[in-house]
């Protein structure tokens, strides 16, 4: 074979290669193409394969064309390979189209009870102020429920929170306020002391949508030297700030109870018309949130704290009135009924 | 209670304030005005004094004329249209401008005055009517009020509702203080208001003395305390004759309608006036109807004696009960504080009567007021306290109104002597006071200049001065201020707790970690498409399941429904899941965490349950949680739901467990047999308990029952299919599953998380096949994964449940497989040596469980 006859014979083969790779449809009939020109036995590699017979002068000439067209070949392989893999996926795709805007399909999520979220929410903004949680128990007796809250028997505020009694013995009562809780820290631990108590407590109460036979409080207690009134006050307000996460008012009401003097209700700005009054405040612009005092002297006395050396203050709030309020709730009962409408939109 | 305060300018200068600013100062001075309520006319100004310049007709309408009207002299003229025949030039008038509420007169609703044009005419006001203005009685019946109609001259501008005697007044609501029975009363509101507002206390307006103070006639004469003297400390008696019982005085009747009292009769009505005015409580006897003539007595009811009370009631007494009797027949007339007796109450006939003022010991009428479920005016001011000093004013006050207002016609009622029994000397109390101690608690320097200018209107006397000061307390507050820190919260208060810095605590201690088990328990839980529930622990006394034998039980509960303390959260759950279906939910999954309680034997120590004492209750609480699952999961239009069963609810629990850092090696599960009598609501054959993988520590000596619902120290809980007949008796409307756990217990099993390093050896995986013979005897999982761990080497990483194939249940072959998967931490594990183990695990499976391999 001359070299003019070689041409011919490899420009043939080229052209018929790339006119059969240009008609081919699918990408089957390409890999055949590809296997009858290029593979092991394809007409083009046979060729390759016959240079060494040839002229040895001839020979490089003869080897350029034959690798020009192997790359003719295969560049013109490679883009039908391209467009028809493309034009496939288009095409395949456009067979899988969904409806986008049916609905997803959610794996169900459960809903944490609203008085928990208050009280994680009141838990941690008392634990960045420095307070540890405690927790006692809620069969009591009357001495951690009254006698070492400075209410003995012929208190008058004995009467006003009507008690459960147990079969346990004539002392062993259901705890009617999280106070207990304070008692039983200052008896365990000494001076200083930061402690919050979250917990149930129960009063014999008819139900209705205010009451409810049992409900929670969280209650605080703060001992050192020389803690002021001043303190309670600065504590408090941050706290009520924090919650209502809007810089509030707050004011400081004189109240009486047993086991603080002084003693006082805090009322908050109402957070809802920002001291305007509304609806949720009654119109009077200000909201009761929770009692507070200065430690009295004789509660601490009872647990062995020197009131001379030490002073501390306590406070304690409802959840579900916090929680009544937060979430505009208007009746109490819901929380226990634990209807999902309820918990779902938490 | 309720203040008037119109009754309350009687004792303090009130003289510019209104009714609302005194209830503010109240509240911020501890007595909290829960309102603030009129009684009257409800008019607002500005309503003046205003004079006809000229009348003219209105061009539209042939009833209604213009006027001029001015209200200052010299100043402009007002347009104001009217529409009453009865006015004229020069004529003075009430003129209500804009911004002013008045009375509608058609039908007594508030009528608010804009300035609007009537007709096409701009009005700026209203002369007014005096319906207009709440006047009922007046002379004038049709038209405007005519202020000059009788040559009258009020000043032009002047504030009608200054100007005429309109019947007005505001009651405020007062919280009672449990603490401070001597501010029930006008009296002693007026010397806290005197004291807040720095005004002082009028004087006294009345004398006895201005009255003849006959003898009487009556042989009345004694009155003897035979109870022990801290019953009764003191008490008065006195006769009063030549009554007429009719009705009250109208500023009498007035005032007490105002605060919400039933008017009676003359000297009904005065005792509570009295009552009402200095605090003390009194009560008047028809002298006719005691049998003995000459003396009362004050002793203890005997057992058994009955009286029936002016409420009509027939009372059982008791032992504790004080009682009035008549000396001599020993009739009882009157529980002493609470309530008088229907056989010696005033009557229209009455014409001589007791008075009663006296001082009991406020637990003996708390105790005799709760025992018979009465509770009166009186009980509740002598449950707070009486001032023994003050009763002899309160006796006299009475006894001057009753002769002033309730004499027949012939004379004034004749009055006998004070006739007393026991003392009413207070010992003074002197209490020291600190500066010092001011500053320490308050964080303010409050001078003793300053304290005396604070406590002296209260009838505190001050005296000292720097550190050292000395405070007198008045007779009527012995009660309430004993202590130095009584006297710094009188001090905090009338100085104003707004006067004290806020400022924050300094740091001085560590702060321990919360507990996080809780918190990581929920966010498992919740994260696993369970919402949570708060359930009652007051559950019903028939509670299904339920150990009467530990019960801890209510005494006084509010109904059955609420006495006994749960044992268990799974019947509250169970009663949710049927409530949330009855209100059309299929799918409920709720979980709970919360407290049980028992009984605690091994814990009680014999003196449990004693008055007074401090340690123990001889009850156990234990932190549960638990779930119930009712439904399906995952549910999605494209999508077959997922059918909820035991292994779902089980694999959320195991879960839990791995959330909590819990070692599941140191675990076991086991099927419910043996237990089935302890947890009644699960399903005997789908229910598995969950326990420690140790033995049970025997019990400790003497202890009869378990204190726990989970009845063996290593039991952590358990986890099964809602027994079907707790299905259907609670309307359950699909298979429901369970699980409950001992939160105390899991807390204790959580260890700390410790990086292991990532092995990069390969994942070497073979599966196993045991076949068995399930004639006599199942052979469980746990039994097979247990013998292959033991087996499998060091470097069995992972043992999976592929299959448990059985042909049908009554099948005695099944065939178990499993799936193992080694894994050396840098190295491959060659394949005769996994031969090698696998061949181990054969042989012990075949040994142990007479299992036989297909291979």
Known sequence: MDAKEFENKIDGLVSAALSAIESTASLDGLENLRLQYLGREGELTVILRGLASLDKAFRPTAGQLGNQAKQKIEQSHEGKRKYLYEAGLTERMAREAIDVTAPGARYPIGHVHPLSQISSEIISIFYSMGFSVADGPEVETDYYNFDALNTPASHPARDEQDTFYTNMGPSVLLRSQTSTVQIRVMENNKPPLRIIAPGRVYRNEEVNARKYPLFHQVEGLLIDRDVTFGQLKGTLSAFIQALFKKPLKVRFRPDFFPFTEPSAELDSECPFCNGKGCKTCGGRGWLELLGCGMVDPNVLKGVGIDPEEFSGFAFGMGLERLAMLKYDINDIRNFYTNDLRFLEQF | ?855
Request: proline share 4%.
């Open chain 2, 1 to 855: 209670m309720k203040l008037s305060f119109d009754w309350l300018s009687e004792f303090v200068d009130l003289s510019g304030l209104t009714a609302h600013q005194v209830a503010e100062k109240l509240t911020m001075g501890a007595f909290e005005v829960e309102e603030v309520t009129l009684v009257g006319p409800d008019l607002t100004g500005p309503i003046v004094v205003g004079e006809i310049l000229e009348i003219t007709q209105h061009p539209n309408a042939d009833k209604i004329r213009l006027t001029k009207t001015r209200i200052k002299v010299g100043a402009e003229p007002l347009d104001i249209v009217c529409g009453a025949g009865n006015i004229e030039v020069g004529q003075l008038i009430p003129v209500a401008l804009a911004g002013a509420k008045v009375i509608n007169r058609h039908d007594g609703s508030p009528l608010l005055i804009k300035a609007s044009a009537i007709r096409g005419v701009q009005s700026n006001g209203m002369l007014c009517s005096p319906p207009e203005l709440g006047i009922t009685d007046s002379a004038t019946k049709d038209g405007i009020l005519i202020l000059n109609a009788n040559g009258e001259k009020p000043e032009l501008g002047s504030d009608i509702l200054q100007l005429l005697p309109i019947q007005r007044d505001f009651i405020l609501h007062v919280e009672p203080r449990s603490n401070r029975g001597d501010a029930l009363s006008v009296m002693g509101l007026a010397r806290e208001v005197a004291a807040l507002f720095g005004r002082p206390l009028k004087p006294a307006t009345w004398s006895l003395s201005e009255l003849k103070t006959d003898a009487t006639k009556s042989k009345f004469n004694n009155v003897v305390i035979e109870s022990a003297p801290e019953d009764c400390p003191f008490i008065t008696l006195r006769v009063l004759e030549g009554i007429k019982i009719g009705p009250s005085h109208p500023l009498i009747s007035t005032r007490l309608t105002a605060i919400g009292m039933r008017t009676v009769n003359n000297v009904v009505d005065i005792t509570n006036y009295v009552m009402h005015e200095l605090g003390q409580p009194l009560h008047a006897y028809d002298l006719k109807k005691i049998k003995n003539e000459a003396a009362l007595t004050v002793r203890r009811a005997k057992a058994g004696e009955t009286i029936t009370t002016i409420d009509a009631k027939e009372r059982k007494l008791t032992e504790e009960m004080l009682v009035i009797a008549d000396g001599d027949t020993d009739t009882i007339v009157g529980v002493a504080g609470v309530m008088g007796g229907k056989d010696s109450e005033i009557d229209d006939q009455s014409d001589a009567l007791v008075l009663e003022a006296a001082c009991f010991a406020p637990a003996v009428v708390r105790r005799a007021s709760r025992l018979l479920g009465l509770s009166s005016d009186a009980s509740l001011r002598f449950e707070r306290g009486i001032d023994p000093a003050s009763v002899r004013h309160a006796a006299n006050r009475a006894a001057y109104l009753i002769a002033k207002y309730c004499g027949n016609e012939a004379s004034t009622a004749s009055l006998g002597p004070l006739l007393a029994a026991g003392s009413d000397q207070v010992s003074a109390a002197k209490v020291p006071l600190r500066s010092s101690q001011i500053k320490r608690l308050l964080g303010i320097e409050i001078s003793a200049e300053r304290v005396a200018e604070l406590l002296t209107p209260l009838g505190f006397s001050v005296s000292g001065a720097g550190e050292q000061i000395e405070v007198m307390v008045p007779s009527f507050r012995i009660n309430d201020v004993k202590r130095e820190i009584d006297l710094i919260e009188e001090v905090c208060r009338l100085n104003g707790y707004d006067q004290i810095t806020a400022c924050m605590p300094a740091a001085t201690l560590a702060v321990a970690m919360p507990d996080d088990t809780l918190q990581l328990a929920r966010n498992c839980l919740t994260g696993q498409g369970l919402s949570e529930a708060w359930l009652s622990s007051l559950v019903p006394i028939d509670q299904e399941g339920a150990s009467m034998d530990l019960a801890v039980q209510v005494l006084n509960p509010l109904s059955k429904d609420h006495q006994l303390m749960r044992q268990s959260l799974i019947p509250g759950l169970i009663n949710a899941c049927s409530y949330n279906q009855d209100h059309g939910r299929k799918d409920v999954w709720l979980f709970e965490h919360g407290r049980v309680y028992f009984k605690d034997f091994e814990n009680a120590a014999d003196n449990h349950g004693k008055s007074g004492n401090k340690i123990t209750t001889g009850v156990k609480e234990n932190n549960h949680l638990a779930g119930l699952i009712c439904g399906q999961s995952f549910k999605a239009f494209n999508k077959e739901a997922l059918a909820v069963d035991f292994y779902l609810v089980k694999g959320m629990v195991e879960n839990l467990l791995s959330v909590l850092d819990i070692d599941e090696r140191k675990l076991a599960w086991h099927g419910l047999s043996n237990h089935e009598d302890l947890y009644p609501w699960l399903h005997p054959y789908r229910s598995a308990l969950l326990t420690l993988n140790r033995p049970a520590k025997p019990a400790n000596k003497g202890a009869g029952k378990s204190s726990s619902l989970f009845e063996s120290n290593i039991t952590l809980g358990y986890v099964g299919q809602l027994h079907p007949r707790f299905a259907d008796s609670k309307d359950v409307r699909d298979q429901a599953f369970i699980f409950e756990l001992d939160l105390d217990r899991l807390k204790k099993e959580r260890k700390a998380k410790k990086f292991t390093g990532i092995a990069t050896g390969p994942e070497m995986v073979r599966d196993i096949t045991a076949d068995f013979d399930v004639t006599d005897k199942e052979v469980l999982y746990e039994q097979l994964s247990k013998l292959i761990w033991k087996a499998g080497g060091s470097n069995l990483q992972m043992v999976e449940l592929v299959s448990i194939y059985k042909a049908s249940p009554e099948s005695k072959r099944s065939a178990i497989t499993c799936r193992l998967t080694f894994q050396h931490a840098n190295e491959p594990v060659a394949n005769e040596e996994i031969d090698k183990v696998l061949g181990g695990i054969r042989e012990s499976l075949s040994r142990d469980l007479a299992a036989s391999f297909r291979l």
